[in-house]
């Protein structure tokens, strides 16, 4: 396929799919494009086989998006606590999904040491978690430890998403708003809860009491 193929492909699926939504909806552009009212932001991987909106079902307008590779969430990030703060703020999304998923390159790569460039300064904090927990996970065989290392930096990033002041200004003015912590499987498809929701400052302290050191 020429490069230009490459490209032209997308603008053809691009109409067939506004012909498809429009005959099976023909006000659909007109009414999704005066307002958005998502009740979901979604934090995930940048990885190109975890697709929020396919996966979970859901049309334009109903999912807000933010990804990043190996789903880090960290304060210094102004741009995911931009996409956090103005969803939970002005959007006032009822739940907020941080989903990992297994085989993620990310974790991987700061399971080892062969990053380069920005990459190696973004996995910081993902290669602590490994550094801190290797000696555990390490006792059974690596495919296992890269899925534990999976799951638990989804516990880590929930963590930190919690942490942060949007989050808790919502919760301190009593708006319900759950974090849930789910990781994906490219295998099978499904998606699966890692941990209990928390949707509290005091569920935040029992989470966090329980998984010390994250
Ligand atoms: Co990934």
Not at 44 to 61: A, E, H, K
Not at 119 to 136: C, E, F, I, S
Request: hydrophobic share 35%.
């Amino acid at each position: 396929m020429s490069q230009d193929h490459e490209i032209e492909t997308l603008f053809k699926n691009n109409r067939q799919w506004v012909a498809e939504v429009t005959r099976e909806d023909p006000d659909f552009f007109v009414r999704t494009a005066s307002q958005q009212t998502p009740k979901y932001l979604w934090i995930g991987c940048s990885d190109s086989r975890v697709t929020p909106n396919q996966i979970t079902g859901l049309p334009p307008g109903q999912l807000f998006v933010h990804r990043n590779i190996a789903n880090v969430i960290n304060e210094s990030d102004l741009n995911c606590m931009s996409v956090v703060d103005f969803a939970v703020r002005v959007l006032q999304v009822r739940h907020v999904i941080v989903c990992g998923h297994y085989g993620c390159a990310g974790v991987h790569a700061a399971m080892g040491d062969i990053t380069q460039g920005p990459l190696d300064d973004w996995l910081d904090g993902v290669r602590a978690l490994w550094d801190h927990n290797k000696g555990d996970l390490l006792k059974g065989s690596l495919e296992t430890a890269k899925d534990r290392m999976t799951e638990l930096n989804v516990r880590k990033q929930m963590l930190s998403l919690c942490r942060t002041p949007s989050i808790e200004h919502a919760w301190r003015h009593q708006n319900s708003l759950q974090i849930h912590g789910w990781i994906y499987g490219l295998k099978n498809g499904l998606l699966r809860s890692l941990y209990p929701d928390i949707g509290s400052i005091s569920q935040r302290t029992r989470a966090e009491s329980e998984s010390s050191g994250l």
